[in-house]
């Protein structure tokens, strides 16, 4: 029997809407790879080729279908910063089965980690923040491969550090270093997914290659501070995942082609107020 037979042989069929999907259940996934000696990409992989969702998809399939599935697992997405926004991302893109992940950070975990930084626990504070991370998804799905730097984004290791991305997506605390992501992505031709926050404000926007982007939104920044009004806003727990839901969405719609990108647009959400705002950049 062939992977893709014993593939077959543990699906199930379930009935969808007015149409019929087979399915893998999460156990079958794990047992097949195991007689297999295969990963469990592998075998996610050779179940959405035969036309088979792993069930852990399911509520994926509606908006991504099953191509889309398959293009998701064969992508590889960059996460600049592990923290506040950077943890909830790295979940959502695990969850939702992107197949690769880099992760770049350099800072380890403290006591002001806990309050709204989803890989932060009380048992792992002083641990690395990038290595977090990458056992994290571990944990949610096994499919996904995560590479860790436990270190800075500088100009001499972006380019190659972002080299196998399709998105970037900027989870960082300070603009001068934002610049440097920007100019790599550029370089690179890689679409970059931003977002940053303050108190119970945030922002969302999209910059492809060839968009002022950043020159845009930080006027002067590449010599700006180091920290912005986070520091005297601080964030609350619920800011972080706010925003880095909207940043998880574009990066799925930058890989899937999928609907409207915030190019050109900020997207300025105030909690405090109650008010989501499409501003154009120009």
């Known amino acids: ?61 509606g908006t991504v279908g099953l191509a889309g599935q398959k293009t998701l697992l064969r992508s590889c997405v960059a996460v600049i910063g592990a923290g506040g926004l950077g943890g909830w991302i790295i979940e959502l893109l695990a969850r939702m089965g992107v197949g690769r992940l880099v992760v770049v950070d350099g800072d380890r975990f ?22 977090v991370a990458r056992q994290r998804v571990a944990e949610v ?17 972006a380019r190659e550090i972002l080299a196998p ?6 989870a960082l605390d300070n603009v001068p270093t934002r610049f440097i992501l920007q ?20 922002q969302v926007t999209t910059i492809f290659p060839g968009d002022a982007g950043f020159e845009i939104l930080y006027p002067g ?3 700006g501070p180091l920290r912005g009004l986070e520091v005297q806003l601080g964030n609350p727990a619920a800011t972080p995942p706010l925003v880095a839901a909207w940043q998880v ?28 705002t499409v501003l154009h950049l120009s």
């Open 1 to 61: 029997m062939s992977l893709s037979k014993g593939i077959r042989a543990s699906s199930r069929e379930l009935t969808l809407g007015e149409g019929r999907l087979r399915v893998l259940p999460v156990a079958a996934e794990l047992t097949l790879a195991q007689e297999w000696k295969s990963t469990l990409w592998e075998v996610q992989l050779s179940a959405l080729g035969n036309d088979i969702l792993p069930a852990r998809y399911l509520r994926n399939y």
């Open 110 to 131: 403290t006591d002001s980690n806990l309050n709204r930084q989803n890989l932060a626990r009380e048992d792992n504070l002083g641990a690395a923040k990038a290595v």
């Open 141 to 157: 799905n096994g499919a996904v491969t995560v590479k860790e730097h436990v270190g800075w984004l500088t100009r001499d290791n």
């Open 165 to 170: 991305a399709q998105v970037v997506v900027d």
């Open 183 to 202: 100019d790599a992505a550029q370089g690179l031709h890689i679409p970059l997914i931003h977002g940053a926050i303050a108190g119970y404000r945030g």
């Open 221 to 223: 920044g590449r010599e």
């Open 249 to 276: 969405q574009e990066t799925i719609k930058v890989i899937l082609g999928q609907g409207e990108l915030l190019r050109h647009r900020l997207l300025y959400l105030d909690a405090l107020a109650g008010t989501a």
